[in-house]
C-alpha cells in the first residue's frame, strides 16, 4: 500500500486527479469506478480543467441512495452530472450508476455486477472512506456482502450525510452500493481522505489488522492500493 501525505485538499484533489488522468491516457479505454461525497470533488474540478478526452471511458460509480430518482438534486447521479458528468464527453452509455428508482433493488443489484463482469472489471477504483470506516456504502457489520446489494445506512453515515441536506430526517435510510469484491477485483484503488475526523479510519488502514467493523481495512489485502490523505487525516499514524 502506498501512502500520499499532502498538506492540504487543495494538493490531495490535483495529485489524485492527476492519478486519474494517468489511466486514461495510459488507457484511453478504460474503465474507472467513481466515489462521491465531499472528498473527490476537488479532483473532479482538477480532472474537468484538464481537457482529457473521455470519449472511450466507461465509469461504474460506487453506489446510489434508495429509493431516489436520478433528477433529485441529493440524488448521487445528479451529484456526478454536475461535477462531472456534464463537464467533460463521456458517453451517456458507458456511465453506470445504480438506478436508486428501481422496481426490484435485488435485480438491479445482480445486473449491476453483471454489467461489471461483462465489462472486463475495473481498472482504477476511486475510494472516499467514512468516518467509521465504511467504504461505499459498505458499512462495519459482523461480515460483509461481496456483491452489490441494497444495505441500511448506520446512524452515524446518515448523521455524516445529513449535512447535504435541510435536515436528517431527508436522509435516505438505504442505498444501493457496489460490494466488496467488484472494488477488490479493481486493478488500482485510489483512496481519498482529508480531516481529523477520517483519522482514526485512516489509522485502522494502515495498521494491516483485517477487521470486517471497519470494512476498509480489507484494501491492505490489495496488491495495488494507494491512499492520499492530508496531514490532519494522517495524524494519528
Do not use: W
Not at 39 to 55: H, K, Q
Not at 211 to 227: E, G, R, W, Y
Request: charged share 20%.
Amino acid at each position: 500500500m502506498r501512502l500520499i501525505i499532502c498538506e492540504n485538499y487543495n494538493e490531495i484533489s490535483k495529485k489524485s486527479a492527476e492519478i486519474v488522468a494517468a489511466q486514461i491516457l495510459l488507457k484511453p479505454n478504460c474503465t474507472l469506478g467513481l466515489a462521491t461525497g465531499s472528498s473527490p470533488v476537488g479532483m473532479y474540478e482538477n480532472l474537468t480543467a484538464m481537457n482529457l478526452d473521455f470519449s472511450e471511458v466507461t465509469t461504474f460509480n460506487l453506489d446510489e441512495y434508495y429509493p431516489i430518482n436520478k433528477k433529485n438534486d441529493q440524488s448521487y447521479y445528479y451529484f456526478m452530472n454536475q461535477h462531472l458528468y456534464s463537464k467533460v464527453n463521456l458517453s451517456p452509455e458507458k456511465i453506470h450508476i445504480p438506478n436508486g428508482s428501481a422496481a426490484d433493488p435485488q435485480e438491479e443489484c445482480l445486473a449491476y455486477d453483471k454489467a461489471i463482469e461483462e465489462n472486463g472489471g475495473i481498472d482504477l477504483q476511486v475510494l472516499g472512506i467514512g468516518q467509521n470506516g465504511h467504504i461505499g456504502f459498505n458499512e462495519p457489520a459482523e461480515t460483509l456482502l461481496a456483491g452489490t446489494h441494497i444495505t441500511k445506512l448506520t446512524q452515524n453515515t446518515i448523521e455524516a450525510n445529513s449535512r447535504f441536506f435541510k435536515k436528517i430526517e431527508d436522509v435516505p435510510t438505504q442505498a444501493l452500493t457496489m460490494g466488496i469484491a467488484p472494488i477488490m477485483k479493481a486493478k488500482t484503488i485510489l483512496l481519498i481522505a482529508n480531516g481529523k475526523s477520517k483519522a482514526p479510519a485512516i489509522k485502522a488502514l494502515m495498521h494491516g489488522i483485517i477487521d470486517p467493523k471497519i470494512p476498509a481495512t480489507l484494501l491492505s489485502c490489495h496488491p495495488n492500493t494507494i491512499v492520499i490523505v492530508d496531514k490532519e487525516a494522517a495524524s494519528l499514524l
